[in-house]
């Protein structure tokens, strides 16, 4: 019972004991990335004693993997201060959502809903202007959670999967998605994007093998409708940070269909979701190094030729980039094909858009990398390669994503057979 105290109140007294360093942002930052690192140890060293949930352990490293890769991707500024330690309290409270006890995980992630909307209330400016509709989603969602914990089935599992629609993006709830992703500062935006989903999907395990049948039908509609207008919108958009956000809503919503004709969310799910989360969080810190050099409001279209200057910086972004679009051998890529492989398909028709979204990915991804990296090298830009805070970040991105292609989804998992999992070789007999 004390474990999952103990998870989240080593980020939470992270954020605490980083207070006195607030008049100091480059002592401020290497003490926020050293707490989320010993967040991570922590759950190292009390796996084997963790309750597993549903979709497994990998969201619990996860979680204060993305925090270490947010923080440290950051440049030293006092205006990113606050996010620095918001970003060790939203930890906090996620661990707390996916190892606490089930009774709890409504509550907190109302509470998480509502710090997120006061936040965006709070943040805005004369290029991403306030948003009403997306604090009022994040209101909403604290609403549904909140309320998922007061009253009996069915409502509860119908308010329950609400609350999740906001959390892991689903058409017509992800107008709070797009605008976290593109109104909070600083390191916020590259882990709320990993964050939300994990925490959508650990309330998801629980509330989708309750819900009826024409519920999982109109989720499965919508999911295709969502993996749509995100291609679409992303194949039209300027700004890098509004592609990312419609292109990881498009492969959220390609989850959402798995999900809604399996019913469940296992090691593969959490594969797909976190992996999808981890990609595009890698790419915003790649984004935010080219905002660093060229300003916050730089137009993209000004921006070419950074292979030639910057190569290390080069090298990363396109391996990002064949990470983010689905390719092997690389996270997402294993995700997707887990549960493609292993899930009922309820027709032919949802399985070619969720093709088709998949294929739109690699277009417009590899423009926008394309567009950066190539081109003319112009003259009035100065091209600085990857500082080593910058690059470890990036680094770190693509090894782990790496490796989650590489690796069996059930290697977090305690019991695999136990929950369904089918093991590679257990049911075939080699005769000699």
Not at 193 to 211: R, S
Not at 317 to 344: D, E, R
Request: glycine share 8%; charged share 10%; net charge neutral.
């Amino acid at each position: 019972m004390m474990i999952p105290s103990l998870l989240a109140g080593i980020p939470l007294l992270g954020a605490l004991a980083s207070l006195p360093f607030r008049s100091d942002p480059e002592q401020l930052k290497r003490s926020c990335v050293t707490w989320a690192v010993l967040s991570l140890a922590s759950i190292a060293g009390c796996a084997n004693r963790i309750e597993v949930p549903t979709e497994g352990l990998l969201p619990l490293y996860l979680l204060p993997l993305a925090a270490t890769i947010s923080i440290l991707g950051q440049p030293v500024h006092e205006q990113h201060r606050l996010s620095w330690l918001s970003t060790l309290v939203f930890l906090g409270i996620g661990l707390s959502v996916l190892s606490g006890p089930p009774l709890i995980a409504p509550l907190t992630v109302a509470l998480l809903s509502a710090l997120i909307a006061g936040l965006l209330y709070q943040h805005h400016s004369a290029l991403w202007p306030r948003s009403w509709w997306g604090i009022g989603a994040y209101g909403f969602g604290a609403l549904c959670a909140a309320l998922s914990a007061a009253v009996g089935d069915p409502l509860s599992s119908l308010a329950s999967l609400l609350a999740c629609g906001v959390l892991l993006p689903l058409l017509p709830f992800h107008d709070g998605y797009l605008t976290a992703l593109t109104r909070l500062p600083g390191s916020l935006p590259s882990f709320i994007v990993v964050l939300l989903p994990l925490v959508g999907l650990h309330l998801l395990a629980a509330a989708m093998p309750t819900v009826s049948d024409s519920v999982a039908w109109t989720v499965g509609f919508f999911a295709l409708a969502g993996a749509s207008y995100g291609a679409f919108k992303a194949l039209a958009q300027s700004r890098v940070r509004l592609l990312l956000a419609y292109g990881s809503l498009s492969f959220f919503s390609i989850f959402w269909w798995f999900a809604a004709a399996s019913r469940t969310a296992t090691p593969r799910a959490a594969l797909l979701v976190g992996t999808v989360g981890l990609a595009t969080s890698g790419l915003m810190v790649a984004w935010q190094v080219v905002r660093t050099r060229y300003g916050d409001d730089v137009d993209p279209q000004a921006i070419s030729g950074l292979a030639t200057g910057m190569p290390q910086y080069a090298v990363l972004l396109s391996l990002l980039a064949l990470a983010a679009m689905g390719l092997p051998p690389f996270g997402v890529f294993a995700g997707f094909m887990g549960l493609l492989l292993g899930s009922p398909f309820p027709s032919l028709a949802g399985l070619f858009v969720t093709l088709l979204a998949w294929l739109a990915a690699s277009w417009y991804i590899m423009q926008m990398v394309q567009r950066l990296l190539f081109g003319i090298r112009r003259p009035e830009l100065r091209y600085t390669d990857l500082l080593q805070a910058e690059l470890a970040s990036l680094l770190i991105v693509v090894l782990v994503l790496l490796a989650l292609g590489l690796v069996p989804s059930t290697l977090f998992a305690s019991e695999p057979a136990a929950l369904g999992i089918p093991i590679l070789g257990e049911s075939f007999t080699w005769n000699r």
